[in-house]
């Protein structure tokens, strides 16, 4: 089995920084991409950061210049640091993953349970 297991979600005040970490952990034997994505209350879940195997990394366009993906490929890692935040940036943080499980096997995609970022004035 596999599991994504997030942490690092919490209340922050305008302009404060958290970092949040997610591990793959289980029968892993390669990871595509791995990224971070949000869902507030009301609102589609959406992509926020994602950074591929090959080291494209990809943000939504508004957290550009306030977050950073991370990732430690031999961890089965990947860190969201995120600096400058807004209330708007309250929401369900997700790490997803696509993993693959034995050589030559296909990559599914996995979510971790989610964690809450709160930001506040």
């Known amino acids: 089995q596999v599991q994504l297991v997030e942490s690092g979600g919490g209340l922050v005040q305008v302009g404060g920084s958290l970092r949040l970490s997610c591990v793959a952990s289980?029968?892993?034997?390669?990871?595509?991409?791995m990224g971070w994505y949000r869902q507030a209350p009301g609102n589609q879940r959406e992509l926020v950061a994602i950074?591929?195997?090959?080291?494209?990394?990809n943000y939504a366009d508004s957290v550009k210049g306030r977050f950073t993906i991370s990732r430690d490929n031999a961890k089965n890692t990947v860190n969201l640091q995120m600096n400058s935040l807004k209330r708007e940036d309250t929401a369900v943080y997700y790490c997803n993953g696509g993993i693959r499980q034995y050589n030559g096997g296909p990559y599914y995609n996995y979510w971790g349970q989610g964690t809450q970022v709160t930001v506040s004035e």
């Open positions: 289980g029968r892993v034997f390669s990871i595509n991409a």
């Open positions: 950074s591929t195997s090959s080291g494209t990394i």
